[in-house]
């Protein structure tokens, strides 16, 4: 290996397709026998995952740089063109504000160009869900956003989308990245000038149209009519929700007086110098805006990642203190509230109607779906599978999407999830219940009170690098082969592996345990990130018992962790 890596890393500080910056960048590595650093560069291609490509950026075959996205773009050329025999093709193309997005775009724009497709290029940085809305209206064969969501600033990524909008999924995915590893030769990427591809309409700037269609699009997927009775405080953590989600809250009705910026987060910055990293799922993400809330006395607080697909919620509970809701909590809140609203309006076609959500998502999501007879369908973890299940099922009525992970979607003017149009249906949502003389906190209390205290909670185990890659392996493997050993004194009923395929889902290395008492236990490696995930789901009599019982469940599977 060590061999290998040398030579990968060599050619890298030596040949002259690289510039300079770049071989000076390795040759550094090389000169200080820097080998743990190197291998970690070299020692793999950079792989598409669940969404594409993500990495550190930086010199190097598993790193994002100019080189890694020419070949990706590259690639991904290839097989459209391969999919697409004899026709004029198109696709779109978006970024957020990390470093390098632009940069990245326009070499992405240049490698399609120079291959004869033509890109439809964002004048400036927008969110992820308008690019996917791009590629429907456009009818263009693919979209690519360069962007790595709420990942630390040190990374950047690559998004994949197709004709249908929504991001790969098995086969593509495989096929792609067949593509990309028959590229040995990076000195014979083609790449046009910027400005050439430009003038012969090879590449399009775009920009208002797409925007105006996108929010009329939102704008047509509420529910209810708001009274603008609420204070709301936003952060977009220095992304791509600064403009947008502004424009359509005062759409939707909110004037300037019910919106509160969170200014310090309100311009785009990669560096994103104000959080530790621009992750709304982190209550410490939400310090500043907390702090703004509590001036301004509002009755939420909403903060999106940079590429605005995520959206975190803050809500006052009855002794009116801010509190964070989880994304759960929040699907459970909108799923309850659109088939309510759906319901009394007599919308609500329940022979056809469909809530879809992922395997880690909370399960009350389908008690509330009972309980109005509406069927909820349950898919891998990812929202692309959401997307998929939109595209493979156009009988079915897609009510609403969710997913634990912050994201949700209601209409099929997109097909990832969006957090634009998250932010105006939870301000609505508690626009509602303020005008009922209740709260969105109060509103959940009555749904657990209801239907019983679903509580859910996630761990995650960091492993970077070759030697995290093969423990997160060696976990999964032992959990697979003796889990009641790997458990300890855990009580388990079935374990369920989706390595093979389950229910008419793709093969996916994934594994969940159910427990005597009826709790969840799921493990897998994020696709995104160099982790392994454990998602707890207990349903309890009370909020304690529930809380507890996740606790025991937390320490049995910290024991297959590595010290």
Known sequence: MDETVLDRARQWAVLPVFDEETRLEVQQLIDASNMGELADRFYRQLEFGTGGLRGILGAGTNRMNFYTVRIATCGLARYLLSLNKGKGISVCIAFDSRHNSE????????????????????????????????VLYKKAAAGVCITASHNPPEYNGYKVYLSDGGQITPPHDLNIIREVNNITDISGIPVMPFEDALSSGLIELVGSEIDEAYLNEILRQSIRPVSGNIMIVYTPLHGAGYRLIPEMLKRKGFTAGNLCLVEEQIVPDGSFPTVRVPNPEERETFTIALQYATRAKADIVLATDPDCDRIGVAVRDINSELVLLNGNQVGALLTDYILAGLSDAGLLQRNRASVVKTIVTTDLIKEICDDYSVRCVELLTGFKYIGQWIKDNPDRDFIFGAEESYGYLRGTYARDKDAVLAAG?????????????????????????????????????????????????????????DPQNALGGLQIQEVKDYKAGLSGLPPSNVLSFIFSDGSKAIARPSGT???????????????????????????????????
Not at 441 to 470: N, P
Not at 543 to 558: D, H
């Open 425 to 481: 249906l939870i301000c609505e949502m508690a626009s509602y219940y303020k005008s009922l003389g209740s709260s969105l906190y109060e509103r959940l209390q009555s749904i657990y009170s209801k239907y019983g205290y679903y509580h859910e909670s996630l761990v995650s185990a960091t492993m970077k690098g070759q030697e995290g890659h093969e423990s997160i392996a060696m976990i999964m493997d032992a959990l697979r082969t």
């Open 529 to 563: 990130e160099p982790k392994i995930k454990y998602y707890f789901m207990v349903k309890g009599a009370t909020w304690a018992i529930a809380e507890k019982r996740i606790v025991e469940l937390q320490k049995a599977f910290r024991l297959t962790l590595p010290p």
């Open 103 to 134: 940069v990245f775009a326009r070499e992405t724009a240049r490698v399609f160009a120079a291959n004869g497709i033509k890109s439809y290029l964002f004048d400036s940085l927008r969110p992820v869900p308008e690019l996917s809305f791009c």
